[in-house]
C-alpha cells in the first residue's frame, strides 16, 4: 500500500501480463499455476516461474499472491497438497483459497502462508467474515453483489480483518461465479477454472418472451425475433473508477482489477489507470494538486479504449450506473510491445494492424500519452527492410528519437 492508500492488485495471467502490471504501478499481483486456480485458459506459472517471478516482484516492492481457489474433487487433491507443499519456498505472500478443504490442507502443509478467501467463496455478512476468521483468513474478497454500504459496514466491522473488492472487469452471469452453464453446455465446470463463458456467446431467439406465473400478461423478458445474434446473456462489465477515494477512504484494503486471461496490453492499461486515479485521490486528500490532474472523463476514455461490453457499477450502487463513450468515440487497439532497444529504435513485437500513416501513441505509466506522428517514426519488418505496414503477429522495428521509451511498454495506433 502506498501513503495509506489501499493496494491495486492486478492479474498476471503470464509473464507478459507480470510485466505490464509491474511497469504501470500495481503494488501486487495475483497468479496461478497452469492448473487449479480458476483459469485454465491462462498461461499460468510453473513452480521455477513461480520462484523467479516472486524474486523479481519483491526486488520492486511488489507482492504476489497465489491462486489455487478452484473447488477441487478426490482426485484433484493430491495435486493441491504437493502445489501446498511448494509454496513457502516460492516466498508469495498470500495463498487464494475458497474451498474449506483446500484451506484446511493449507493451514497444515503451509501454515507460515497467509491465507485470502477468493470471491468464490461469496462472502456477504458478519457471520461468514466471523467464520473465516476463525477458520485463519486474514483477508477476505468480498463479493461482487454487495453494495458500498455493506462494504464499508463489513471494513469498520472486522479492524483485523483485511478486504479486498473488485473495482474492474468481467462479472459472471452467477453469483461470484458460481455457474453451470458451461458444464451443462460444454462439459467445462466454471468451477474446474475450465469456464468457456458461454453466457458471452452470441445467441438468436425467436420471440421468445418469458412471465412470471404470478404476475401473468407482464413481460419479465423480452428477446424480439430477428436475424443477428447477440449476447444478450453476456452481463455487462464492472467498473467503480468514479468511486475509487470512497473505497480508499472506507478501511477496504485492496482494489483487484479482474482479468487473468486478458492481455498485457489490458492489463497495462487498466493498472495505469486505477493507479492514477488512487495517485490522483491522494493528492487531493493531502491538498496538493497533482500534476496533470486527470479529469474522471479522461480517465473513463481509457478504459474505454479496452472494453468490449457496457461498464457499469454493478450492485455497488443502490441505483446502477451505465458509463457511456463520448459520442463519436473509436477505440484505437495496442498496436505494439516494445522488446528490446536497437540502434535508433526498437525491436517490436506487433498485436495490430499497424500503418505508418498513422499517428501513435505510446502508453507511458502515469498515463501519459506521448504522440508519434506520421513521418516522425518509421516501420521496418523482420528483415530491416522499410515498410508502410506491419501486421500482428510480426516482429518488427519501430524507428524514431522519442526518449523515456523502455521495454515492455505498449504503442497504441
Known amino acids: 500500500m502506498r501513503a495509506g492508500l489501499p493496494e491495486l492488485l492486478a492479474p498476471a495471467g503470464g509473464r507478459e501480463q507480470f510485466e505490464a502490471a509491474l511497469l504501470y504501478g500495481a503494488d501486487a499481483v495475483y497468479m496461478g499455476g497452469p492448473e487449479l486456480s480458476l483459469r485454465t485458459a491462462c498461461e499460468g506459472f510453473s ?10 516482484a519483491h526486488a520492486r516492492g511488489v507482492r504476489v499472491y497465489y491462486c489455487l481457489n478452484a473447488l477441487p474433487y478426490d482426485a484433484h487433491l493430491p495435486a493441491v497438497e504437493e502445489a501446498l507443499e ?41 457471520a461468514a467474515v466471523a467464520f473465516w476468521r476463525e477458520a485463519g483468513i486474514g483477508r477476505v474478497n468480498l ?6 454500504r455493506d462494504m464499508r459496514a463489513l471494513a469498520g466491522a472486522f479492524p483485523d480483518m483485511e478486504f479486498e473488492a ?4 468481467a462479472m459472471c452471469l452467477a453469483l461470484s461465479g458460481h455457474c453451470l452453464l458451461s458444464a451443462w453446455v460444454n462439459g467445462r465446470p466454471a468451477n474446474q477454472g475450465r469456464c468457456t463463458q458461454p453466457c458471452r456467446f452470441d445467441y438468436r431467439a425467436f420471440a421468445l418472451v418469458v412471465e412470471e406465473q404470478k404476475r401473468a400478461g407482464e ?12 449476447g444478450f446473456w453476456a452481463p455487462q462489465d464492472l467498473c467503480l473508477l468514479r468511486y475509487v477515494g470512497c473505497l480508499a477512504d472506507s478501511g ?6 479482474e482479468g487473468r486471461t486478458k492481455s498485457g496490453g489490458y492489463v497495462a492499461q487498466v493498472t495505469d489507470v486505477y493507479r492514477t486515479a ?34 457499469s457499477t454493478g450492485f455497488f450502487l ?28 526498437w525491436k517490436v513485437q506487433v498485436r495490430s494492424v499497424w500503418r505508418a500513416d498513422r499517428e501513435a501513441a505510446v502508453l507511458l505509466p502515469g498515463l501519459r500519452r506521448p504522440a508519434l506522428r506520421p513521418g516522425a517514426y518509421g516501420l521496418e519488418n523482420h528483415r530491416g527492410e522499410r515498410t508502410d505496414i506491419l501486421h500482428p503477429g510480426m516482429e518488427g522495428a519501430l524507428r524514431c528519437e522519442m526518449e523515456g521509451l523502455r521495454a515492455g511498454l505498449y504503442i497504441r495506433a
Open 47 to 56: 513452480p521455477a516461474e513461480l520462484v523467479a517471478a516472486v524474486g523479481e
Open 86 to 126: 511448494r509454496l513457502p519456498e516460492s516466498g508469495v505472500d498470500g495463498l487464494i483459497a475458497a474451498d474449506p478443504g483446500v484451506i484446511w490442507l493449507a493451514r497444515r502443509r503451509c501454515p507460515s502462508v497467509p491465507l485470502h478467501l477468493s470471491t468464490q467463496a461469496h462472502s456477504v455478512n458478519a
Open 143 to 148: 463479493a461482487r453483489e454487495l453494495a458500498f
Open 166 to 169: 473488485f473495482v474492474h472487469g
Open 219 to 230: 413481460p419479465l423478458w423480452e428477446v424480439r425475433q430477428g436475424e443477428a445474434f447477440s
Open 252 to 257: 477496504i484494503a485492496a482494489l483487484k482489477l
Open 278 to 311: 488512487l495517485s490522483r485521490h491522494a493528492s487531493r486528500r493531502a491538498g496538493t494538486a497533482s500534476s496533470p490532474e486527470w479529469t474522471t472523463s479522461a480517465l473513463l476514455e481509457e478504459l474505454f479504449q479496452t472494453s468490449t461490453r457496457p461498464l
Open 318 to 345: 443502490p441505483r446502477r450506473r451505465v458509463e457511456a463513450p463520448r459520442a463519436g468515440f473509436a477505440a484505437r487497439p495496442v498496436a505494439a510491445r516494445l522488446i528490446e532497444p536497437l540502434r535508433g529504435g
